[in-house]
């Protein structure tokens, strides 16, 4: 890196703003499906892929940012991935049929499939190991703010303005972001001119592909039996499997290097984030429903009655940064899980409907503990690690967190639909079975390391950035 470096905190001001438009467009956009069904005469199976078309193409993009990014540099990446995000949105808000708006989707995805991983890997190249914490504290700012102001943006659109409003709202925000990076981002060179791992990227894109759109398709009757669950899943799980095994073979060629698994950190990591995932996107995905059909809430009246929940992750996220420093990243992740499933208990036993004053105080207390759980868990992956090593592990953290959020998802639909004799048993059902998925990540996060390696941190302050990796006792944290 250059001498001249812009400060840190303008780097990350650049990275969040631009960030935040792939987050906004995930809370947005769920919101207008029924309108954009009716405002464009398409049958809800297809405009339903203008939110499946999205998640996709951002899940199959994830696996390429390693190898661009040695390609291209962060800087020229970050300035790329983020131009197509906003001319994908700006496309979005012309199309003129579900099938057009469907394929600009495909679009943004592939744009927001980069940014948000290889925002993760700016952030944690930049910053020495002390100020980990707190940098993915901030730069996680935007998946703090989208709950909050997603909802929101997307309820007075709707209300007031054209449907393709939610398309449009990006691009300021993403041109300004798009100057700031400019501006603010260092401008480094191509680490290195490998070639595509043509063969890996082959296996893993459509295992992606397979294992998200067959859990996509478990709401609807028949949940996990239908074909178009079993099939895809099944395929996507024996492409992923070949992957792996191709991947070992490949070593540090591989598109994804998942011979960092073998490190302890990582694996831990990893594991946790898939099952905080699964229970987060499983909350996010009942909540809503359960404001609307069992309170009788309607759009905008369920999304501002989540704003206590997003006010307090995004109030935690001040705070994680400083509990890590004081009690380690274990105790910070398993008190986290803890407060999530208590505050998750009330609307488990029907009791969350005693009026939006009691309701607004639980979801507040369980934003703090969504706020502080994530930051010390995924910040663990890159502890044992050396700098150019962090892409990869980007990219692993960041696939786990799809799949296990696309599984979460999908475990919950099937169990509302299933278990709904009456709206209120099936709720109830689906949200003992998201504290049980949060039970799990605090128990798997009671592995991770109570303080963060000593050795480990002088190490890289000296400067062995190029650190190999390790499978030993050293790597165990």
């Known amino acids: 890196m250059k001498s001249t470096q812009p400060s840190t905190g303008k780097l990350l001001a650049a990275l969040i703003v631009g960030g935040i438009t792939a987050v906004l467009d995930t809370t947005i956009v769920a919101l207008g499906i029924h309108t954009i069904t009716v405002q464009l005469g398409a049958p809800i199976s297809t405009v339903q892929w203008v939110s499946t078309g999205y998640l996709l193409a951002l899940a199959v993009a994830i696996p390429f940012v390693g190898w661009a990014q040695a390609r291209l540099g962060a800087k020229r990446l970050w300035l790329l991935a983020l131009g197509v995000f906003v001319l ?21 995805g592939l744009g927001a499939g980069v940014m948000l991983p290889l925002m993760q890997t700016i952030a944690m190249q930049s910053v020495p190991p002390e100020s980990r914490t707190r940098t993915m504290a901030n730069i996680s700012l935007p998946a703090a703010l989208g709950p909050i102001l997603g909802p929101v943006l997307g309820g007075i659109v709707l209300n007031w303005l054209a449907w393709r409003w939610l398309f449009l709202i990006n691009v300021p925000i993403g041109v300004a972001g798009w100057i700031l990076a400019a501006l603010f981002i260092t401008d480094d060179r191509p680490a290195a001119r490998e070639p595509l791992d043509i063969v890996g990227a ?8 397979g294992l998200l759109y067959g859990l996509s398709n478990t709401p609807s009757a028949g949940g996990f039996g239908r074909a178009d669950v079993l099939v895809p899943v099944a395929a996507g799980a024996a492409l992923l499997a070949a992957f792996a095994v191709w991947a070992v073979r490949r070593a540090g060629a591989a598109i994804v290097d998942v011979r960092l698994l073998a490190v302890r950190s990582v694996r831990i990591s990893s594991t946790a984030l898939a099952l905080y995932g699964a229970a987060l996107l499983a909350g996010s995905f009942l909540l809503p429903l359960y404001l609307q059909t069992v309170l009788g809430h309607g759009v905008l009246d369920a999304a501002l009655l989540l704003i206590p929940q997003g006010v307090g992750t995004l109030l935690a996220r001040f705070a994680v940064g400083r509990l890590v420093e004081r009690f380690g990243p274990r105790l910070v992740a398993v008190g986290g899980c803890v407060v999530i499933a208590v505050a998750t208990v009330p609307f488990a036993v029907g009791g969350a409907g005693a009026g939006p004053w009691l309701l607004g105080a639980v979801l507040f207390v369980r934003g703090l503990g969504l706020g502080v759980v994530l930051i010390p868990v995924i910040t663990v992956a890159y502890v044992d690690i050396g ?23 999908a475990l919950v639909a099937v169990v509302l639909t299933a278990a709904a004799t009456q709206a209120g048993a099936g709720f109830e059902a689906a949200f003992w079975w998201t504290i049980a998925m949060t039970v799990a990540a605090g128990a798997t996060a009671t592995l991770l390391p109570a303080r963060e390696p000593a050795r480990r941190r002088a190490a890289e302050a000296a400067g062995a950035e190029g650190a190999p990796i390790r499978t030993g006792p050293e790597a165990a944290g």
Request: proline fraction near 4%.
């Open 88 to 108: 994908g949105s700006t496309l979005s808000a012309c199309a003129w049929s579900a099938a057009s708006l469907v394929a600009f989707r495909v679009v943004q």
């Open 202 to 209: 082959a296996l893993l894109v459509p295992a992606l592909a």
């Open 387 to 409: 700098r150019d090593q962090m892409p990869h592990a980007s990219a692993i953290t960041r696939i786990v967190q799809q799949l296990g959020g696309a599984f979460g998802t």
